[in-house]
């Protein structure tokens, strides 16, 4: 394991033993609903495309989808934290040079900051990288050595449409080129529904 994926993981697995600790207290002291751990599934439209020296001429960000899960655990009245996991298609799209189409399985880990039915969030996330393809897109700007794990800072803000229902605006940008040798990193923005099961 190399030294980014060393220092990537550290905090999420020391977050992890948090997450398990913090929930079992709030099930053992929490009175009402709001007290507990919430369980839920989110799913959404992703604009994104690659930002960077290496980035395709003359690019739109590409169409596409994201489908996930995610927990919410109390912290305080107005402070809740919130880790996801989400498969997302990303990449970049050019009418003059062809897209790419990457996808991830990513685990951020947000911050939400609750007033009234709004909501703002921060977090970092980790990407783990499923599909790379590209189509149309010139041997020069064709991107090989995939890096296996993507970094991103995520902020966002949202609006609770219903007791069990909030819509919500996520923009991702990465830290971390995805490709050896090539300035080039994700850039997404999100846009989706989240709906509470338990």
Known sequence: MNQFLTKAF??????????????AYAQEMGTTD????QYGMKAGINFAELWGRDALPESDRKVGYS???YASYKLSKELKLQPEMIWSLQGENSKESGRYKISYINIPVMLKWIE???Y???GPQLGLLTINTAKSVPEELQLENFETFDFSINVGLGYKLAEDWAIGLRYSQGLKNI???RDLKNSVIYVGLTYRIF
């Open 116 to 118: 009234g039915k709004f």
């Open 10 to 23: 550290k905090p999420f697995i020391a977050l992890c033993f948090t997450l398990l600790s913090y929930q």
């Open 120 to 122: 703002s969030e921060i």
């Open 67 to 69: 489908l996930g899960a």
């Open 179 to 181: 490709a050896e040798g």
């Open 34 to 37: 709001e007290d507990k751990a």
